[in-house]
T-cell receptor, first 114, second 113 residues
Framework: DGGITQSPKYLFRKEGQNVTLSCEQN?????MYWYRQDPGQGLRLIYY???????QKGDIAEGYSVSREKKESFPLTVTSAQKNPTAFYLC?????????????FGDGTRLSIL | DAKTTQPPSMDCAEGRAANLPCNHS???????VYWYRQIHSQGPQYIIH???NNETNEMASLIITEDRKSSTLILPHATLRDTAVYYC??????????????FGKGTMLLVSP
């Protein structure tokens, strides 16, 4: 089935450790996104990529990094510089950002601090 | 930025129509309205979107007022599985050229037997 796969579903990070969240899509979508959701809150945009080898910062990019080496993959690294990383992380993709195509989401990764 | 306002919660009886309102009084002429829903601990699920005409698909109908300042999502025959948080979102294009979906807190719809 076509869709967006995020892994792992649950992830634990030790203090001072970088961790990488995986996001893969087989929808042949050009644009991909990372959001963060805190309890009882809406989603906030971390990073966005419209094409391979290009990405832009969203509203809360500090402490995060991304890469877009392949069209189907958009991994997110939560670095030790992110002081409050505990959250639900959601990856999304859309066909073309400029055509008002809806974004489709994965099932998320829940990150917690040990 | 166009902002949206939704009631924090609503109740609906199973089998009845659920009508979820949304105000977006500052929406611009080229900004679409999107609806998503989120069941606890899952990713948001796309429902429907529209610009100025009413839209219908297999999941729901979207009614947008003529002045575009508000819209209503209609689930014609709500089931228990429709219990979720429903988000009304306006897609906004930034000066950098990229767009973002700004999710607020949404409406918690509880469908009861």
């Amino acid at each position: 089935d076509g869709g967006i796969t995020q892994s792992p579903k649950y992830l634990f990070r030790k203090e001072g450790q970088n961790v990488t969240l995986s996001c893969e899509q087989n929808l042949n979508h050009d644009a991909m996104y990372w959001y963060r959701q805190d309890p009882g809150q809406g989603l906030r945009l971390i990073y966005y990529s419209q094409i391979v080898n290009d990405f832009q910062k969203g509203d809360i990019a500090e402490g995060y990094s991304v890469s877009r080496e392949k069209k189907e993959s958009f991994p997110l690294t939560v670095t030790s510089a992110q002081k409050n990383p505990t959250a639900f992380y959601l990856c999304a993709s859309s066909d073309r950002d400029s055509d008002n195509q809806p974004q489709h989401f994965g099932d998320g990764t829940r990150l917690s601090i040990l | 930025d166009a902002k949206t306002t939704q009631p924090p919660s609503m109740d609906c009886a199973e089998g009845r129509a659920a009508n979820l309102p949304c105000n977006h009084s500052t929406i611009s002429g080229n900004e679409y309205v999107y609806w998503y829903r989120q069941i606890h601990s899952q990713g948001p699920q796309y429902i429907i979107h529209g610009l100025k005409n009413n839209e219908t698909n297999e999941m729901a109908s979207l009614i947008i007022t003529e002045d575009r300042k508000s819209s209503t999502l209609i689930l014609p025959h709500a089931t228990l599985r429709d219990t979720a948080v429903y988000y009304c979102i306006v897609r906004v294009y930034m000066n950098s050229g990229y767009s973002t979906l700004t999710f607020g807190k949404g409406t918690m719809l509880l469908v009861s037997p």
